[in-house]
């Protein structure tokens, strides 16, 4: 038996359209899993990128407010019969000095990064208690186990992630849902462009992270297909670093 085979199960990732989500939807459909794509922009690429014959949906929702949830996961399961497997990842970053920082920007940091991803679990965990099985995987960050700078709402919220992982995951263990997270380290996507594009930060970053380099997108894939799969089956509540060694340092 192959451990990590996700053959047969719906995997259900959002802001799957670019960066981490687009490489953790890649490789749960190279392990076997059907797929279905949530966010606001075309994920015509992640499509290009899936093995042939992959059984893919997309579902186009923003995913900002409470509104269009409970839905999502009710179109999973009238369009492929079940949800298996929910990848939180859609999320934003807005920076500025502590002393700055906007209410509007705290509030729209919230609502995606923390809020929907607590009540699109929410949705998703029902069905997944019903049909007795089910793995939720939630993108934390560094930020759930460190500080940062100028990115006060964000800390929040992905601390709160790290929380609320935890929480779900005492809840619902014993019902046959596992809760985990991933915290990737410093990934080159469009969430990372403006750090990359200061040459300090970039420098900076770059000499505390022991593997040397950036991260890719595709570097979340194992890990996410071991918590997707039943290899995982008795790991409840954790935040896993894949940060090239960064929290080791
Ligand atoms: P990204 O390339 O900017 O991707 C973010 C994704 O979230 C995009 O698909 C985006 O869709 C989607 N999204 C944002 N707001 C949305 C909304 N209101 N409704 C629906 N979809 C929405 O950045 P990323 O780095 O891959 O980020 C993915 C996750 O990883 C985020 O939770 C982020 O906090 C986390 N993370 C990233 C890093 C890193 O170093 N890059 C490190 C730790 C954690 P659009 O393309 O339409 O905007």
Redesign the pocket.
Known sequence: MNLFDLTGRVAVV????????QGIAVALANAGASLVT????SPEETRSLLPEGTRHHDIR????STEPLAGIVDEVIAKMGRIDILVN?????RRADAVDYSEADWDAVID??LKSLFFLSQAAGRAMIAQGSGKIIN????LSFQGGIRIPA?TAA?SGVAGLTRLLACEWAAKGVNVNAI?????E????TALREDEKRNADILGRIPAARW?Q?SDMGGAAVFLASAASDYVNGVVLPVDGGWLAR
């Open positions: 959002t802001g799957a359209n670019t960066g981490i989500g949530v966010g606001r922009s929702a923003d995913l900002s990842n859609a999320g934003i970053i995606t990064n993108i934390a960050s560094l964000y992905k915290a990737p380290g410093y990934i996507t469009n969430n990372t991260g997108p």
